[in-house]
Nanobody, 123 residues
Framework: QVQLVESGGGLVQAGVSLRLSCAAS????????MGWFRQAPGKERDFVAA????????YYARSVTGRFIIARDNAKNTVYLQMNSLKPEDTAVYYC????????????????WGQGTQVTVSS
């Protein structure tokens, strides 16, 4: 089993950068593909980015391609989401998730979820 804890959220102005972290417990972290999702008020939870077990393959939603970077450090059991050039429409609760299906855009393919961290971008 994997437990996930996100951190790094906050209130920022448009155009700045923010890095989210997701710390995982369990010795099998490197066996899981990891993903980031986000959910804005009144909206569904949307895919943001995903990364393979080794970190060699990454996947991004169109809305964040070129601005966000997902990375992982298996030695630290941590996955990161570097968010650059933030926009007000990036405001949401951000969740990290672990699953066995590589690069999936579907939340149902992820087995473990963190509690989420709030990111608010003001204009």
């Amino acid at each position: 089993q994997v437990q996930l804890v996100e951190s790094g959220g906050g209130l920022v102005q448009a155009g700045v950068s923010l890095r989210l972290s997701c710390a995982a417990s369990g010795r099998t972290f490197s066996s899981y593909a990891m993903g980031w999702f986000r959910q804005a008020p009144g909206k569904e939870r949307d895919f943001v980015a995903a990364i393979s077990w080794s970190g060699d393959s990454t996947y991004y939603a169109r809305s964040v391609t070129g601005r966000f970077i997902i990375a992982r450090d298996n030695a630290k059991n941590t996955v990161y989401l570097q968010m650059n050039s933030l926009k007000p429409e990036d405001t949401a609760v951000y969740y990290c998730a672990a699953g066995l299906r590589l690069g999936s855009y579907y939340s149902s393919d992820y087995d473990y979820w963190g509690q989420g961290t709030q990111v608010t971008v003001s204009s």
